[in-house]
Each structure stands twice: as structure tokens, then as C-alpha cells.
């Protein structure tokens, strides 16, 4: 049979009638009548009945409807996969990322990409919850700790390496300044509880608004060594890293051989050795 003629199953099926399936596949009824009839025929049965004018599948129409749904998500997978695999970086890419890493490794980093990549709309979503990838909330996403892979990509690209830092001012009584309840499954809010050691009077909910109290002098705290190295007013209190986190990169799998997308991985894993501490 006509792979084809399935198409026109699958309208009729969502159209009802013949003059409905023909308005949306933009062809005269006469040829929705004639494609049907001849997946009909090449099937040896009927597929659809007409009941109160409306044509309603058989049993063996309802068997071709399902088994031509699945072609076309297979084909539109397809055309996700390796549509524009082959042309430049164009068009948006949407990547989530927790905002200490999206705040301070990807945007800066950022005019590089899109100097190389004119074409390229890079869209960075700053957020401490996990975006849906198979919703599209996002097309690529940086995670710390391994993710469940789903309909997604996983590969673990890099380590984020922390060390304990002070304000600028020396003091030898610093207490810590941890993560408030809510975030305090979070694996640096427990490495924090584990050296029970005195806490100071304030909790954050996000890395940066940690970075800016230990600043302020309101305490110690576990800071990204890429980022605590280069904050004018923090110090780095002993020496080596304290406490690290695998960075995991998520992406849908139909979406992997797209240039935008394999461009923009590219750029992702590059940056990684920035996230290790230098010494």
C-alpha cells in the first residue's frame, strides 16, 4: 500500500467526514474518497462505517488508526532528530541551570558563543527547580547530581569543586551560614550540619544570596571555588577543596543531533574545567 494513504486515515478519523478531512488536508473530496478506498483496499477491509453522517471506524479501523498515529510520531521525531543537523547554529536554544552557575559561568561566558554563532538565540533560565525537558520548559539542562534520564540524554560533564571561604577581614570565630529548612537536603547544607560547629543567625535558599552574606561578614560558608576566588571582599580559609558536586548534562533525545543543540553542548563542556578548583 501507499504509506501515504494513511495520512488520509488518520483526518478522516479526526474530521468525521470526507468534506472535513478534505478542508484540512487542502485537496478535493473527490481524492480523500479515492486514497481511503484504496488503503481500504489494500488493507482487504473496511475501516470506516457511516452512521448518522458521520464516518466512525471499524474494528479494523481503529487497529490502522492507532498503528498510523505512532508513524506520524515517528516521523516527527525524526524530523526533530535530524532536522537542520546538517545547516549552521541557528535559532534558540533554552538551558536551565541553577543560578549560581547560570549567573556566573554562563552568562559571562556567554558573548562568545553567540560572536561565533550569530544566528544563535541563547535563552538561560536561572532556576533551582527542575525544568521539564520532555514539556519543553527547557532544551538543555545543567544538573547537580545525577539526574532520571526518562526521554532524555544524561552524560556527566564536569565537577564542581567548593572550599570553605570568609569574609576579607580575619576573625577566627566565624560561625557558619548554611541553607534555611527548605533547602536543607541540599548536600552543601548537610556537609555544613556535619561539622557541628556554630551557626550563624541567618539561612538562604540560593547560593548567591549566600555569597553576599559571607561578604557582609555574617559568617563562613561553602562557596563554588570558581566564583569564591574571584569575589573582591572573600577569602579562602584553609587549603584544597571541601566538598565537590558532579555537573550532569541533560538534553531530549530528539533534539541531540540538531546543530543549535550540538553547538551549544559544545560550548557547555568546554566551560566545565572552569567549575575545578585551581589549587
Sequence with gaps: MEWSDLRYVLTVARAGTLAAAAR???VNQTTVARRLAAAEKALGTRLFERKD??????????????????MEQDVLALERGIGGADAAPAGSVRVTAVPILANRLLVPASPTLLRRYPQLRLELVAESRNLSLTRREA????RLGRPEAGNALTRRIGRLDYAVYGPRRRASDLAWITYEEGSGHL???RFIAAQGEAIAPLAVNDAEALVEAVRAGLGKSLVPCFVGDHVPGLRRLGRGVAFSRDIWLMVHRDLRAQAR?????DWLVALMPMCRARS
Design 24 to 26: 484540512r488536508l487542502a
Design 53 to 70: 453522517g458521520v464516518l466512525l471506524p471499524t474494528k479494523a479501523g481503529e487497529a490502522a488508526i492507532a498503528r498510523a498515529g505512532q
Design 139 to 142: 532544551d538543555i539542562a545543567l
Design 187 to 189: 548536600p552543601q547544607a
Design 261 to 265: 543543540i550540538a553547538a551549544v553542548i
